[in-house]
């Protein structure tokens, strides 16, 4: 594992592309987590000072209240990486009980689970949210039960093919064979084989929760005011194209890069497993 971590690093370090997305991601979660540190409110207003270009008393210049845009565009990254985190390991639980269980089983049970993920994939994920904020309020904490808990059945279906793979291997078949708790076997040796593809898959879970949240809140269905993410401030940008471009332009470019640098880092990791093995 710690050779394998190595290689990883190295392979980081020799690639100009990766060990420029990983400088990109350090920097963006150090600013977002920084933000509150700075001396400006993403919420205060200042009507003398509207539709401000980016200048060096306002690095991103300011929106229509007068609400200095950089500092929004870092809270907004903030809650994007929130939701991007969060979503993944509520996702990547689901997923890791759901495929582990089914492929290990098998049977019915795998017959069962494999159906009901099928009927969930057939649903388009926008009738979902539809259907659930009539039910619960949208926000930060919606955003995420959504995006975590319908976004698990691809992952599900690589876990489960992983773990079809590992059942049949020496060991497990040993520890069935003395007697050992179903539970255990799954979870000292099947989860810890698994792993690498986890990973690879939790990573690019992190990219599609950033790029759905965008889509959410642009629509009007995400991140409420006066709370801010790079999609919410896409979607207020529409009506400003022309006076204030760069309201659109910077977080945008923010999703951008963001899902690039991790798609990045995610290919990478994808390598050096592929390596290992």
């Not at 990547?92 to 759901?98: E, N, S």
């Not at 965008?214 to 207020?236: D, E, H, T, V, Y």
Request: proline share 4%.
């Amino acid at each position: 594992m710690t050779q394998g971590i190595t290689k990883t690093w190295r392979a980081l370090l020799s690639s100009p592309l990766y060990t420029a997305s990983f400088i990109f991601l350090v920097l963006l979660i150090i600013l977002s987590l920084a933000a509150p540190l700075f001396p400006f409110s993403p919420t205060k207003t200042d009507v003398t000072n509207v539709w401000q270009g980016p200048s060096l008393s306002h690095w991103f210049g300011t929106d229509d209240l007068g609400r200095d845009y950089f500092i929004r565009v870092l809270y907004g990254g903030r809650v994007s990486l929130i939701v991007g985190f969060s979503a993944m390991l509520a996702s990547t639980f689901i997923a890791t009980l759901v495929g582990v269980v089914s492929g290990y089983f098998g049977g019915w049970i795998d017959n069962l689970i494999m159906r009901l993920v099928e009927i969930l994939s057939s649903i388009p994920w926008l009738v979902l949210v539809i259907v659930l904020s009539v039910f619960l309020k949208p926000g930060l904490t919606t955003i995420i039960i959504v995006i975590g808990c319908f976004s698990w059945m691809g992952i599900s279906r690589l876990i489960r093919a992983e773990t079809l793979s590992v059942k049949n291997r020496d060991y497990v078949i040993y520890s069935e064979f003395i007697g050992e708790n179903k539970a255990k076997i799954m979870m000292r040796h099947i989860i810890p084989n698994i792993l690498p593809i986890l990973i690879v898959a939790a990573t690019n879970s992190i990219s599609s929760a950033i790029m759905t949240e965008s889509a959410l809140s642009f629509l009007g269905m995400g991140i409420q005011q006066p709370m801010s993410s790079w999609g919410s401030l896409l979607q207020n940008a529409q009506s400003s194209l022309q006076r204030a471009p760069y309201m659109a332009v910077l977080p945008g470019l923010f999703v951008l890069l963001t899902i690039y640098s991790i798609n990045n880092l995610s290919e990478l990791i994808k390598s050096a497993i592929q390596r290992e093995v």
